[in-house]
């Protein structure tokens, strides 16, 4: 993970990237996503780190229906696959159990891609994150479930954040006193 490598000299100014890190599962950019987005439509987006169990398929079959989806919404299923801690499934296992839900159901409202990012395990500012990363995907809505981004603490255990910390954090637009 980048933030734990830490080096001697650092690098400032302008940037050009020489090349795309190749990865074993595709990863479109930003703007190859939104080009394949339907254009005046309402883009949800779902994000997550593990497998898609039937509780996530379900809440974001649902969201797109909501009150605030407008009429023809689609979902684009935007898990993050990239490197993980030694005891997590691995990111091109996940690739494939997705790519095996996305065959399965074969929903013209999803959209699927995925996002070569690690999660952080921050919280409600994390979850602010994302949602600022799928906004640059051409999503309008960003699906917040329960325990984004939780951590425990090493020591007691206890979780750090409230299981829904992160949706209150952001229905306040990220601004307020406590954990956010």
């Given at each position: 993970?980048?933030?734990?490598?830490?080096?001697?000299?650092?690098?400032?100014?302008?940037?050009?990237?020489?090349?795309?890190?190749?990865?074993?599962?595709?990863?479109?950019?930003?703007?190859?996503?939104?080009?394949?987005?339907?254009?005046?439509?309402?883009?949800?987006?779902?994000?997550?780190?593990?497998?898609?169990?039937?509780?996530?398929?379900?809440?974001?079959?649902?969201?797109?229906?909501?009150p605030?989806?407008g009429?023809?919404?689609?979902?684009?299923?935007?898990?993050?696959?990239?490197?993980?801690?030694?005891?997590?499934i691995?990111?091109v296992?996940?690739?494939?159990?997705?790519?095996?839900?996305?065959?399965?159901?074969a929903?013209?409202?999803?959209?699927?891609?995925?996002?070569?990012?690690?999660?952080?395990?921050?919280?409600?500012?994390?979850?602010?994150?994302?949602?600022i990363?799928?906004?640059?995907y051409?999503?309008t809505?960003?699906?917040?479930?329960?325990d984004?981004?939780?951590?425990?603490?090493?020591?007691?255990?206890?979780?750090?954040?409230?299981?829904?910390?992160?949706?209150?954090?952001?229905?306040?637009g990220?601004?307020?006193?406590?954990?956010?």
């Open positions: 993970m980048v933030a734990m490598e830490r080096g001697k000299f650092y690098m400032g100014g302008k940037v050009q990237g020489l090349a795309l890190p190749t990865r074993v599962f595709p990863c479109a950019s930003p703007a190859e996503v939104r080009a394949a987005l339907p254009k005046d439509t309402d883009v949800l987006a779902f994000q997550c780190r593990n497998p898609i169990h039937r509780a996530h398929y379900e809440l974001f079959i649902r969201a797109l229906d909501a605030n989806a009429p023809g919404a689609v979902c684009l299923v935007h898990p993050t696959c990239g490197p993980t801690q030694d005891d997590d691995p990111g296992v996940r690739f494939h159990t997705y790519e095996v839900l996305k065959n399965e159901v929903n013209p409202r999803l959209r699927w891609a995925y996002l070569p990012y690690s999660m952080h395990m921050a919280g409600p500012r994390e979850a602010i994150q994302h949602m990363i799928r906004k640059n051409g999503c809505h960003f699906i917040i479930g329960r984004m981004a939780g951590c425990k603490s090493s020591i007691s255990g206890e979780d750090f954040y409230g299981a829904y910390d992160a949706q209150v954090c952001t229905a306040r990220g601004r307020g006193s406590g954990r956010c």
